[in-house]
């Protein structure tokens, strides 16, 4: 696992669209394994990739990092489990405020932390950047060849 980006696979990310988001989004690029992160903000909703839900653990892990260079320090993985329609997801939170927020706006959900590194390590600010077409290119060829 990167120490840094906290992945087995240092290609796996973009999961969906890996193109237009390594062309379109800004990346946070791990300093160790060179993977790529989405770190831009959604126009729309003011929200990060690392804010939506995500199916497994594993998948939040994979953002974790996002996270944490983005609110400079440790974020937690919630499970959130909707009791209205019985299932279970994850998603980050920055501080314990703003997951007890959410879980006030939404009154058929409850949630329980289930992983938060214990130390954020600095980062080089350059490694937030977009990416060249000539690294869009390279990584995507590196991420098919796996
Ligand atoms: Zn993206
Ligand atoms: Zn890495």
Known sequence: ???????EDARITPLLNAREC??????YVCSTCGRCICIAK??????YRWNFPFKTLSIAKLYLRAAEV?????CTIYEVKNHKS?????????????AEEYI???????????YKNEA???FDKHQIRMLTKTEVTKYLEE???R
């Not at 390594?22 to 990346?27: A, G, M, N, P």
Request: charge should be positive; aromatic fraction near 10%; proline fraction near 2%.
């Open 1 to 7: 696992m990167c120490k840094e980006c906290y992945s």
């Open 22 to 27: 390594l062309e379109q989004h800004e990346q």
């Open 42 to 47: 959604d126009q729309n909703r003011g929200l």
């Open 70 to 74: 983005a609110s400079n320090k440790c």
């Open 86 to 98: 019985n299932r279970i997801s994850y998603k980050i939170f920055a501080d314990q405020w703003i």
């Open 104 to 114: 006030n706006k939404n009154t058929t959900k409850t949630i329980v932390p289930v």
């Open 120 to 122: 954020f390590q600095t």
């Open 143 to 145: 991420k098919h060849s």
